[in-house]
């Protein structure tokens, strides 16, 4: 079995910052893949941001340049700085690990509320 242990969320004010992370523990090897999703109320889970073994990201065009995707292969963690947010960043992030032999395994999720 795998267990995550999601962290760092909660409620900020506009302009904000918020550092989430996400360890992974058990039965989970070769970690392709490392990623944030979110799903904000009546909307469809989004990819955020994901790193990959070799280090290369990817973001959503509307956190580009605020929020940075970091991880620690050692510890199987995986991290998200958030900058800059805003009332639409509100959502339940979602930690993604995909291996390389194409298991895919989520976290619990963690609320993020960006509000005055």
């Known amino acids: 079995q795998v267990q995550f242990v999601e962290s760092g969320g909660g409620l900020v004010q506009p302009g904000g910052s918020l550092r989430l992370s996400c360890a992974a523990s058990?039965?989970?090897?070769?970690?392709?893949?490392m990623g944030w999703y979110r799903q904000a109320p009546g909307k469809q889970r989004e990819l955020v941001a994901a790193?990959?073994?070799?280090?290369?990201?990817v973001y959503a065009d509307s956190v580009k340049g605020r929020f940075t995707i970091s991880r620690d292969n050692a510890k199987n963690t995986v991290y998200l700085q958030m900058n800059s947010l805003k009332p639409e960043d509100t959502a339940v992030y979602y930690c993604?690990?995909?291996?390389?032999?194409?298991?895919?395994?989520w976290g619990q999720g963690t609320q993020v509320t960006v509000s005055s």
């Open positions: 790193i990959t073994s070799g280090g290369s990201t």
């Open positions: 058990g039965s989970i090897f070769s970690i392709y893949s």
């Open positions: 993604n690990y995909v291996t390389s032999r194409g298991y895919d395994y």
